[in-house]
T-cell receptor
Framework: NAGVTQTPKFQVLKTGQSMTLQCAQD?????MSWYRQDPGMGLRLIHY???????DQGEVPNGYNVSRSTTEDFPLRLLSAAPSQTSVYFC?????????????FGPGTRLTVT | AQSVTQPDIHITVSEGASLELRCNYS??????LFWYVQSPGQGLQLLLK??????LVQGIKGFEAEFKRSQSSFNLRKPSVHWSDAAEYFC??????????FGTGTRLTIIP
């Protein structure tokens, strides 16, 4: 099993550009989520999905879109990048939304918006 | 408001010394509690978790944590640290609101 994979590892964008951060898991997990990690702020939930076709907002969803067309993939789209979106982004997955299920995290994507 | 606090931003300990990382939460009940470790350039890995029952929880890599309801704390401990324990450690809690709330993290440096 590859676990949770994320691409790219690093990305530099100019303000206003769009891009998609990719996330995939091969563990047949129903629950997937995106976090951003900023210095001094821990991880904050952006969006999550409890299964294919179902997504919902986390605590910091503005400026991001998600979709879940398959169980394996959960891409995060930045429609018009802003410097405030400079961060490290982590994708995570687990068997279900119940917190008793361990969340597995990907290695992260470091995004810089200039 | 529900929150998780890690009072120590950075801790330095000598290899072989004991370690305690602090975590406090603010909540009207007992949340589910977690400790994660993030090695440089890596994602987060679950060390241990507490839901109920025995307040001393054993985890991976020789770590343990003790839940103290009276102090709203869930401190992480290790009797003897190794150089490979250098990482960032995050305490997190589930307050029943569909998401994990993370603390701001404690960076651990090990000196020889």
């Amino acid at each position: 099993n590859a676990g949770v994979t994320q691409t790219p590892k690093f990305q530099v964008l100019k303000t206003g550009q769009s891009m998609t951060l990719q996330c995939a898991q091969d563990m047949n997990h129903e629950y997937m989520s995106w976090y951003r990690q900023d210095p001094g702020m821990g991880l904050r939930l952006i969006h999550y999905s409890v299964g294919a076709g179902i997504t919902d907002q986390g605590e910091v969803p503005n400026g991001y879109n998600v979709s879940r067309s398959t169980t394996e993939d959960f891409p995060l789209r930045l429609l018009s990048a802003a410097p405030s979106q400079t961060s490290v982004y982590f994708c995570a997955s687990s068997y279900g939304r119940d917190p008793s299920y361990e969340q597995y995290f990907g290695p992260g994507t470091r995004l810089t918006v200039t | 408001a529900q929150s998780v606090t890690q009072p120590d931003i950075h801790i330095t300990v000598s290899e072989g010394a004991s370690l305690e990382l602090r975590c406090n939460y603010s909540y009207g009940a007992t949340p589910y509690l977690f400790w994660y470790v993030q090695s440089p350039g890596q994602g987060l890995q679950l060390l241990l978790k507490y839901f109920s029952g025995d307040t001393l929880v054993q985890g991976i890599k020789g770590f343990e944590a003790e839940f103290k309801r009276s102090q709203s704390s869930f401190n992480l401990r290790k009797p003897s640290v190794h150089w490979s324990d250098a990482a960032e450690y995050f305490c997190a809690a589930y307050f029943g609101n569909e998401k994990l709330t993370f603390g701001t993290g404690t960076r651990l440096t090990i000196i020889p």
